[in-house]
C-alpha cells in the first residue's frame, strides 16, 4: 500500500531529497518547498534530536534498546527555525560537535529509526504533502514520492560548505568528521544511505543553489 494517500484516499505531494552532509539538501529543499506552496521538514533535525534526548537523560549510547525508549518516549517538535524537544530549545545543542559525533550511531539503531519514520509520514499525512530531505526518505521513509532527489558534491566541497557552518572546528576536523559520519550512514545494516534507482541525481558541486531548485521544478512540470 502507498504512505503517500490523505485521510480520504487522495494522493499527497510528496517531494523526496536525500544525500550525503553537505551536499546542499537543506537549502535546495527549503527553497523549493517555498517554491511549491509545501511545508518542509528536516529529518535529520528528528535523529539528532533523539541523539541530544539521550545525552540529557544520561542514557548510554551503545545502550539501544534504551535509545528507543528514549525515541518512543520524546516529544520531538522540528518547526521551520526552531527544534524543541522534551520542552526545551534544542535549536543549537543538536548542531553542536557532541550531537553530531554520536548521531550516527543513534541512527543506526532499527527501532529508531522505525519511530522516526512513522512519525515522518504522519507529519506528511498531517499536511497533505510537503519536502522531506534525509538519507533514506526515497529509499524506507516515501518510496511512492513524486520525485526523488539524490543530491551529491565532492568531498572537498562538502566539508568547505560544514566548516563555513560550524565556526568554531578548522576545517581539517570537519572534513575527517564529515568522512567518519558519510561511512557510517552509507554501510549501516538498516536503510543506509544509497540512491534510489529512479531518484534525479545531481552533482551540486559547481552548481548554485538556484541552478538546482531551477532543474528539480522542471523535472516536476
Ligand atoms: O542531515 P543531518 O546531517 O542533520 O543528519 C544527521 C544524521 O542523522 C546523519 O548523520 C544521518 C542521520 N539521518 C538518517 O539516518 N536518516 C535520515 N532520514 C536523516 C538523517
Do not use: C, N
Not at 543538536?94 to 539503531?109: C, D, L, Q, Y
Not at 581539517?172 to 543506509?192: C, F
Amino acid at each position: 500500500m502507498s504512505v503517500a494517500k490523505g485521510p480520504a484516499g487522495e494522493k499527497v505531494r510528496v517531494i523526496a531529497i536525500d544525500g550525503p552532509a553537505g551536499s546542499g539538501k537543506s537549502t535546495v529543499a527549503r527553497r523549493l518547498a517555498e517554491r511549491l506552496g509545501l511545508e518542509y521538514l528536516d529529518t535529520g533535525a528528528m535523529y539528532r534530536s533523539v541523539a541530544f534526548a539521550a545525552m540529557a537523560r544520561e542514557i548510554d549510547l551503545a545502550d539501544a534498546d534504551a535509545i528507543v525508549e528514549v525515541a518512543q518516549t520524546s516529544d520531538i517538535r522540528v518547526e521551520d527555525t526552531a527544534v524543541i524537544v522534551d520542552g526545551v530549545d534544542a535549536t543549537t545543542q543538536i548542531r553542536g560537535p557532541e550531537v553530531t559525533r554520536s548521531v550516527s550511531t543513534v541512527a543506526a539503531i532499527s527501532g529508531v529509526r522505525e519511530v522516526l519514520r512513522v512519525r515522518q509520514q504522519a507529519w506528511v499525512l498531517e499536511r497533505g504533502g510537503g519536502v522531506l530531505e534525509g538519507r533514506d526518505i526515497g529509499t524506507a521513509v516515501f518510496p511512492d514520492a513524486d520525485l526523488k532527489v539524490y543530491l551529491s558534491a565532492s568531498a572537498a566541497v562538502r566539508a568547505k560548505r560544514r566548516a563555513g557552518e560550524v565556526s568554531a572546528l578548522d576545517y581539517e576536523t570537519v572534513a575527517a568528521e564529515l568522512a567518519a559520519r558519510d561511512a557510517a550512514d552509507s554501510t549501516r545494516q538498516h536503510d543506509p544511505l544509497v540512491q534510489a534507482p529512479d531518484a534525479v541525481h545531481l552533482d551540486t558541486t559547481d552548481l548554485s543553489i538556484d541552478e538546482v531548485v531551477d532543474e528539480l521544478l522542471a523535472r516536476l512540470r
